[in-house]
């Protein structure tokens, strides 16, 4: 695979890699960045966003990787804390992650940038503060690039007091994505005030998010119908967000159609698409549609194609455990973990086909739907320009530090008007 590696090439690597991925993979030549390159591509190349896709497998992993290296795309892999963190479903976690990409990449002849980021980081309470400090640095240290904190789980203060505790713990170079309102649909939506609340508290104090989740009316896991994205809402948040420069985390992208996607892209400020149970549904040989909702026949059981992933034989012990357990429709992630090794037993030509599947998909999202074609060569481009692995931030503080003091940013959140929507385990 010699003849990928360009001078260019050579040169963004060696410019590009951040400190803990050098450290860690000192002889790669995979281009794992800063998620802030791949955000700053997004946004120069204009109206397009790129997938963060959810390694829930590593048939996933070799799928979107395979897909974005065809579409010329920079992408993102990530894996949230629920799939891979200490109380994990998924074989893949937060610390072999960037370990398995690098891998595939450097086996693949990857040469497109690819960022590793931890999603939804949830702080659910104060308590959980605590163990984050050492947590958090943890993650870096097994070649994460970017990370997001979720506090969107507490009142709004909280939310941001939280993020501001643990931000030092975040190197300076890190991509960073923040989240107002929890992803469950229609209840619950995001406003203009809480995002305002959130971003201009953060950047009193010098933190300048590249993303922020909302709650703008997509759900986690499978949609029964196209609910969706409110896009209007949307890009009425991001306007107002506007003098602060932070960009859109489009969470529960499964479930929405190829033209609302567009649109997300075409109309709002949001550079990343958070894709994680089609990929899974795909990569097992589960029908889906345009949506990526996996389609269920009459007696609401899963189609499993049987010329498409996993073979017959595997699946037949998948229904069986999933029975003995009690699984049924989203609670099926949790195949993830006691079946990944099984899944490598497998002949090659079936392992072959669960990653191809996924590539597939995800080449059709990048080049036909995301608009993401292309913006590897921005991101090369740029890490030429600065010959660092730090494209810096896109934001200045703007807001008076004075102004956002604990006890203001209490008063201040006492006057928000919002409904955080029920409660519940929202975070993926």
């Known amino acids: 695979?010699?003849?990928?590696?360009?001078?260019?090439?050579?040169?963004?690597?060696?410019?590009?890699?951040?400190?803990?991925?050098?450290?860690?993979?000192p002889n790669s030549r995979a281009l794992i960045v800063s998620g802030r390159y791949i955000?700053?591509?997004?946004?120069?190349?204009?109206?397009?966003?790129t997938i963060a896709a959810n390694g829930r497998n590593a048939f996933v992993i070799r799928g979107a990787l395979c897909a974005a290296q065809k579409a010329n795309a920079a992408i993102i892999i990530e894996i949230a804390r629920?799939?891979?963190?200490?109380?994990?479903?998924?074989?893949?976690?937060?610390?072999?992650?960037?370990?398995?990409?690098?891998?595939?990449?450097?086996?693949?002849?990857?040469?497109?940038?690819?960022?590793?980021?931890?999603?939804?980081?949830?702080?659910?309470?104060?308590?959980?503060?605590?163990?984050?400090?050492?947590e958090i640095p943890s993650l870096f240290d097994a070649g994460i690039t970017s990370i997001a904190i979720d506090a969107s789980h507490m009142p709004d203060d909280q939310n941001l007091l939280a993020n501001i505790e643990l931000f030092p713990f975040?190197?300076?170079?890190?991509?960073?994505?923040?989240?107002?309102?929890?992803?469950?649909?229609?209840?619950?939506?995001?406003?203009?005030?809480?995002?305002?609340?959130?971003?201009q508290g953060l950047n009193a104090h010098g933190i300048f998010p590249d993303w922020i989740a909302l709650n703008n009316?997509?759900?986690?896991?499978?949609?029964?119908?196209?609910?969706?994205?409110?896009?209007?809402?949307?890009?009425?948040?991001h306007d107002a967000l506007a003098p602060y420069k932070v960009s859109g985390a489009q969470h529960g992208t499964s479930g929405n159609s190829s033209e609302r996607l567009r649109e997300i892209a075409a109309k709002t400020r949001t550079t990343k698409a958070n894709v994680a149970t089609a990929l899974q549904m795909i990569?097992?040989?589960?029908?889906v549609n345009d949506y990526g909702n996996a389609i269920l026949d009459s007696d609401g059981n899963f189609i499993k194609q049987p010329d498409k992933g996993v073979d017959d034989?595997?699946?037949?012990?998948?229904?069986?455990?999933?029975?003995?357990?009690?699984?049924?429709?989203?609670?099926?992630?949790?195949?993830?973990?006691?079946?990944?090794?099984?899944?490598?037993?497998?002949?090659?030509?079936?392992r072959n086909r669960m990653a191809a599947g996924v590539e597939a998909f995800v080449y059709t999202l990048l080049t036909k739907v995301f608009n993401a074609a292309d913006t590897a060569d921005i991101v090369k481009d740029h890490i030429l320009e600065t010959r660092s692995h730090d494209p810096g931030s896109k934001a200045d503080t703007i807001e008076s530090p004075k102004e956002w003091t604990r006890e203001k940013i209490m008063e201040k959140a006492a006057d928000i008007s919002s409904d955080k929507g029920p409660e519940g385990n929202f975070e993926d």
């Open 217 to 237: 009316g997509t759900t986690h896991g499978i949609e029964q119908s196209d609910a969706g994205i409110n896009v209007p809402l949307t890009a009425q948040i």
């Open 39 to 49: 955000d700053q591509a997004m946004l120069k190349k204009g109206g397009c966003m």
């Open 313 to 350: 034989p595997m699946w037949q012990q998948m229904l069986a455990y999933a029975k003995s357990q009690d699984l049924s429709g989203g609670n099926f992630k949790k195949l993830n973990a006691p079946f990944e090794n099984r899944f490598s037993t497998q002949p090659a030509d079936i």
């Open 170 to 199: 975040v190197p300076d170079w890190s991509g960073l994505e923040t989240e107002v309102g929890e992803i469950k649909g229609k209840l619950g939506l995001s406003t203009a005030q809480e995002a305002l609340f959130l971003i």
């Open 82 to 134: 629920s799939e891979g963190g200490t109380n994990a479903y998924c074989a893949v976690n937060l610390w072999n992650i960037a370990r398995q990409t690098d891998a595939f990449m450097n086996e693949l002849g990857i040469t497109v940038p690819v960022a590793i980021h931890a999603d939804h980081f949830g702080i659910k309470k104060p308590e959980d503060i605590a163990p984050a400090k050492t």
């Open 1 to 25: 695979m010699s003849h990928r590696y360009s001078a260019d090439f050579l040169a963004a690597l060696d410019f590009g890699r951040p400190p803990n991925v050098r450290k860690l993979f």
């Open 283 to 287: 990569s097992w040989g589960v029908q």
